[in-house]
């Protein structure tokens, strides 16, 4: 599946092969889970200033 499952107008979309198993569930839900942390920890804070530092340039 190379889509969101939510995305029910997607022209791929299609029901699963069988039906979710509480297990694929929780995994599943555990995996979007993870991936939502590691975006939250990539922006975070996002109220930092930008840094004006500018490195220069390394002498010949």
Avoid at 4 to 12: A, G, N
Avoid at 16 to 33: C, G, N, Q, T, V
Wanted: hydrophobic fraction near 25%; aromatic fraction near 4%; avoid cysteine.
């Amino acid at each position: 599946m190379n889509h969101d499952r939510q995305d029910v107008k997607h022209p791929d979309h299609s029901q699963p092969k069988h039906p979710e198993s509480e297990r694929e569930k929780k995994a599943r839900k555990a995996h979007a889970d993870e991936n939502q942390d590691h975006a939250l920890e990539e922006t975070f804070p996002a109220s930092d200033p930008v840094s004006p530092f500018v490195p220069a340039k390394a002498p010949k």
